[in-house]
């Protein structure tokens, strides 16, 4: 089993910035992608980024040039940097991995203001 436990959402004025964090506990050695899903209200949840135990990063065209998801593998935990905010962003972010099985965090909302 892994865990999955995020931290750093909440409210924030259009064009500002977040720090998200997702730190993984248990099985960890299973594990090498992790990424960000987000889901807005009415929506399916989307892929955000994804990142390999090597540091290797994709994203959605939507969140290019704008997030940057980084990871520490000493501490297992994974980072998205959400920077020039909009209200279109707002969600809640959710982490993911896959090992022995498949996790997810509870969640983590971000409110943008227009």
């Known amino acids: 089993q892994v865990q999955l436990v995020e931290s750093g959402g909440g409210l924030v004025q259009a064009g500002g910035s977040l720090r998200l964090s997702c730190a993984a506990s248990?099985?960890?050695?299973?594990?090498?992608?992790m990424g960000w899903y987000r889901q807005a209200p009415g929506k399916q949840r989307e892929l955000v980024a994804t990142?390999?135990?090597?540091?290797?990063?994709t994203y959605v065209d939507s969140v290019k040039g704008r997030f940057t998801i980084s990871r520490d593998n000493a501490k297992n935990t994974v980072y998205l940097q959400l920077n020039s905010l909009k209200s279109e962003d707002t969600a809640v972010y959710y982490c993911?991995?896959?090992?022995?099985?498949?996790?997810w965090g509870q969640g983590t909302q971000v409110t943008v203001s227009s």
């Open positions: 248990g099985r960890t050695f299973s594990i090498n992608a």
């Open positions: 990142i390999t135990r090597s540091g290797t990063a």
């Open positions: 993911h991995t896959r090992g022995f099985g498949e996790y």
